[in-house]
């Protein structure tokens, strides 16, 4: 479903601001995995979702989605595989449009042909039923404006146009931690449900380690651009913060920098 040969990546190479953001960076997901990404500031997780989504090509090393090779790729040409939702609830959806026309927009970018903004009533219903499933009201403003919904409808939205195409991979960047608690649990919940309505295939990046050990059948660790640790999922269910922190130690020989990964 999605393959990450030997994936390396280094900014401004050869400068004295060299940084080395991915170091050979090998993953393979089955169809239906849902692996949740925990890393410290700066362990490459961001720029691993964006060599996937296209948003940054690899200095080396391959991608591959659905067996085909999208490493040279372009992001507009992988949009009918991937589904992407980011930390900033204003990122994903277009304010001055309304629920329907962003619902719209969402369809036709992921459609393999043409561009097919338009809504019929088979469409309308299709959106109507698809906004049912989050619980919040919403398939009854279609003609509201996005920029009237509150920071968590609009992330629900963002969620919902990630998913309702059934992409090949789902990318959840962050996109619950800039909401407060409780709207945070709700799009925890819907995100869940979503994920397993479909089976999708799915990587969340999250510095909530509670919620990375809550969703997900697997997990992977990063640190320094390297993926340290991978977490089966025979392994997951039972584990607990305290091990994840344990086992950095003993990987790194140092103690983890935890505050935001707890307090998240
Ligand atoms: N466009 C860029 N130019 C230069 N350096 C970059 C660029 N993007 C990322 N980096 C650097 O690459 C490293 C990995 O960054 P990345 O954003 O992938 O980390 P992250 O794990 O997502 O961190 P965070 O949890 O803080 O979001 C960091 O040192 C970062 O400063």
């Not at 299709?126 to 996005?146: G, I, P, Q």
């Not at 990063?222 to 997951?236: H, R, T």
């Amino acid at each position: 479903m999605l393959k990450l040969d030997r994936i390396n990546k280094i900014f401004n190479e050869g400068t004295p601001d060299e940084k080395i953001a991915l170091d050979n960076i090998n993953l393979r997901l089955a169809p239906g995995d849902f692996v949740t990404i925990i890393g410290s500031n700066g362990a490459g997780k961001s720029t691993m979702m964006n060599m996937i989504s296209g948003a940054l090509m690899p200095d080396f090393g391959s991608v591959t989605i659905d067996s085909n090779d999208v490493t040279r790729l372009p992001e507009y040409k992988r949009a009918h595989f991937i589904g992407r939702v980011f930390q900033d609830p204003m990122a994903g959806t277009a304010p001055a449009m309304t629920i329907e026309e962003n619902l719209a927009i969402a369809y036709s970018r992921n459609q393999k042909r043409g561009l097919r903004f338009g809504v019929d009533k088979k469409r309308r219903d299709f959106f109507r039923t698809s906004l049912e499933r989050l619980h919040l009201n919403l398939e009854n403003r279609l003609t509201a404006k996005v920029g009237l919904l509150s920071g968590g409808e609009r992330q629900a939205l963002s969620l919902l146009m990630a998913t309702f195409t059934k992409p090949s991979i789902l990318l959840l960047d962050e996109h619950t931690a800039a909401l407060d608690p409780s709207r945070a649990d709700l799009i925890t919940k819907l995100t869940k449900e979503l994920v397993e309505a479909d089976n999708l295939t799915t990587l969340m990046v999250t510095h909530n380690m509670q919620q990375a050990l809550d969703l997900g059948n697997r997990l992977i660790m990063m640190d320094k651009g390297q993926i340290i640790l991978e977490v089966s999922e025979d392994k997951k269910p039972g584990l607990t913060i305290p091990d994840l922190m344990t086992e950095f130690e003993h990987i790194r020989g140092e103690k983890m920098n935890s505050d935001r990964a707890l307090l998240g």
